[in-house]
């Protein structure tokens, strides 16, 4: 049965960073449309990056409160909306995260940001506000219904994000691709939840697993179809090989702040709903172990999929922003990796693994785009010539860029290094040989593929040997990033520890 509970005045503080947002959005907005149109409206990014800060700090004081009540003894989340939001610590890390990239985001593209590349600046900022609710609603909900809703806002948002450039062909179709891609992924997330519940009579995920197993008997092809409908949803969301077609496209045509955005937070909230619904329906039906297995071998075979694909495909790009799509497709694959392996006595800590490897890729992934939304605004190309000679024309952007590159390839003293050994091991300790082979090979092979980039920074010389200017904002975020990649390389334990005293799988994942 679906329950239709209201928001009372008790549960708003648990609300409080997702209707921070709300309001920051409502007011930019309206303040947007009040000013005259010769206001410069780099201040509205600013406000956007205040309302973000805010969010921040409300998810920290949840954090905080959380730990506190379990130090207590108590319970240790807090169910919303009769059970169909979740305030937990695997929502608030990856809410943490999220809301950390996108301020990033924000004020990497303050005063770098082209008016030809974003023509209208007021709603360029505040739309990335509730494209985040959206990702945090799809982190913490409970319920198909709250999944699908999250899901949706963060989608149409992101629509108008990519299509934000009206006067550029380019851009128009990729903003008409990410629509019918997008609308096709929902489409079949829809047809596969509504399978669960037509088997199950509800939508809450915690009543779907408990029911699942009773249903197994008389329904298992009906089951299958739920989960393969869901498989093929999500992998078209996440660009997973052989369903990675449109992301080069899309993500050549957005704007590069855009691009940013969905690598890294469009895609981080995929995975926070992939994990969510996995982990509390197929993971625990052990009364149906052949069920269990088939649905994540296939997760597995999507991974390696998606790691080989994406590599093989970057080796001869010469667009930079097409090369980090494809290099995308690889490391959706190795984010999935850790979904798709089983938990034993010797791995138990999947979320850790999945966790510490996205934030690497989240400061990787924002730097690198940083830097290219530098070299944009300099030479007005995307091409990988556009970086040669960036080592004599910014050294220090270069030296910066060089970290960022080395632990996308997974290099020593890297956060990506340690996240790809951490996933390397999770494979071997579950027997998964083959996956941990496909993770290795491809890794080696990345290499070629990131120093197509320090060819040209150092070996090539550039057509001008002006200096690259750097504005103050993007050279904050590149040192930013490229000084936690290494930090995270240098001391991996301190993360992990704290990821796994903050949170529970049994607790954090399982809805009750």
């Known amino acids: 049965m679906i329950q239709t509970n209201t928001l009372t005045w008790s549960d708003t503080w648990y609300m409080a960073p997702e209707l921070a947002l709300v309001v920051a959005t409502l007011v930019l907005a309206a303040l947007d449309l009040a000013l005259p149109r010769r206001t410069n409206r780099d201040w509205i990014g600013w406000g956007a990056l205040a309302g973000l800060?805010?969010?921040?700090?409300?998810?920290?004081?949840?954090?905080?409160?959380?730990?506190?009540?379990?130090?207590?003894?108590?319970?240790?989340?807090?169910?919303?909306?009769?059970?169909?939001?979740?305030?937990?610590?695997?929502?608030?890390?990856?809410k943490l995260i999220f809301l950390g990239a996108s301020a990033l985001l924000v004020l990497a593209s303050l005063g770098t940001v082209k008016r030809e590349d974003v023509p209208i600046k007021g709603e360029f900022y505040y739309l990335f506000l509730p494209a985040v609710v959206?990702?945090?609603?799809?982190?913490?909900?409970?319920?198909?219904?709250?999944?699908?809703?999250?899901?949706?806002?963060?989608?149409?948002?992101?629509?108008?994000?990519?299509?934000?450039?009206?006067?550029?062909?380019?851009?128009?179709?990729?903003?008409?691709?990410?629509?019918?891609?997008?609308?096709?992924?929902?489409?079949?997330?829809?047809?596969?939840?509504?399978?669960?519940?037509?088997?199950?009579?509800?939508?809450?995920l915690g009543a779907i697993r408990g029911a699942l197993g009773g249903a197994a008997a008389d329904s298992r092809a009906l089951i299958y179809a739920a989960f393969f409908l869901l498989i093929v949803g999500f992998a078209l969301k996440l660009a997973l090989a052989p369903f990675h077609a449109w992301a080069p496209d899309v993500y050549q045509g957005a704007p590069t702040p855009v691009t940013s955005f969905l690598a890294v937070v469009a895609k981080g909230a995929v995975f926070a709903m992939a994990y969510r619904l996995f982990l509390n329906t197929a993971y625990f039906q052990t009364d149906d172990s052949r069920l269990r297995g088939d649905v994540f071998l296939a997760l597995a075979v999507l991974a390696a999929a998606a790691m080989i694909?994406?590599?093989?495909?970057?080796?001869?790009?010469?667009?930079?922003?097409?090369?980090?799509?494809?290099?995308?497709?690889?490391?959706?694959?190795?984010?999935?990796?850790?979904?798709?392996?089983d938990v034993t006595d010797l791995h138990a800590s999947l979320f850790s693994e999945?966790?510490?490897?996205?934030?690497?890729?989240?400061?990787?992934?924002?730097?690198?785009?940083?830097v290219l939304t530098v070299i944009l605004r300099d030479a007005g190309s995307d091409k990988l010539s556009a970086f040669a000679g960036l080592y004599h024309r910014a050294p220090w952007t270069a030296v910066a860029m060089t970290a960022l590159l080395c632990s996308l390839a997974g290099l020593p003293i890297t956060g990506g290094f340690f996240g790809k050994l951490?996933?390397?091991?999770?494979s071997v300790q579950t027997k998964a040989y083959w996956l941990a082979a496909i993770l290795l090979a491809t890794t080696v092979v990345s290499y070629y593929v990131y120093f197509s980039f320090i060819r040209q920074m150092y070996m090539r010389t550039g057509d001008t040997d002006g200096k690259v200017a750097v504005p103050v904002p993007a050279g904050i975020v590149i040192w930013l990033s490229a000084a936690a990649t290494v930090a995270l390389g240098l001391a991996p334990k301190p993360v992990l520890d704290w990821v796994g005293g903050v949170y529970s799988l049994a607790v954090d994942f399982v809805a009750r």
């Open 309 to 341: 694909v994406g590599i093989a495909g970057a080796l001869k790009q010469q667009s930079a922003k097409r090369l980090l799509a494809l290099s995308g497709v690889a490391n959706a694959g190795v984010l999935l990796v850790p979904l798709a392996l």
């Open 422 to 426: 951490f996933i390397l091991f999770a």
């Open 134 to 204: 959206g990702a945090m609603v799809m982190a913490s909900s409970a319920d198909l219904i709250t999944l699908f809703l999250g899901m949706e806002l963060l989608g149409i948002t992101s629509y108008i994000l990519v299509g934000v450039r009206k006067r550029t062909g380019v851009s128009g179709e990729a903003a008409f691709k990410y629509v019918v891609t997008g609308g096709t992924a929902s489409a079949f997330i829809l047809y596969g939840m509504s399978f669960l519940y037509g088997l199950t009579g509800s939508t809450n």
């Open 354 to 370: 999945f966790l510490y490897y996205f934030i690497a890729y989240v400061f990787m992934n924002v730097g690198a785009f940083a």
């Open 53 to 94: 800060v805010a969010a921040g700090v409300f998810v920290g004081w949840h954090i905080h409160d959380l730990r506190s009540a379990a130090g207590a003894g108590e319970q240790t989340y807090h169910s919303l909306l009769g059970g169909s939001y979740r305030i937990d610590d695997f929502g608030n890390l990856l």
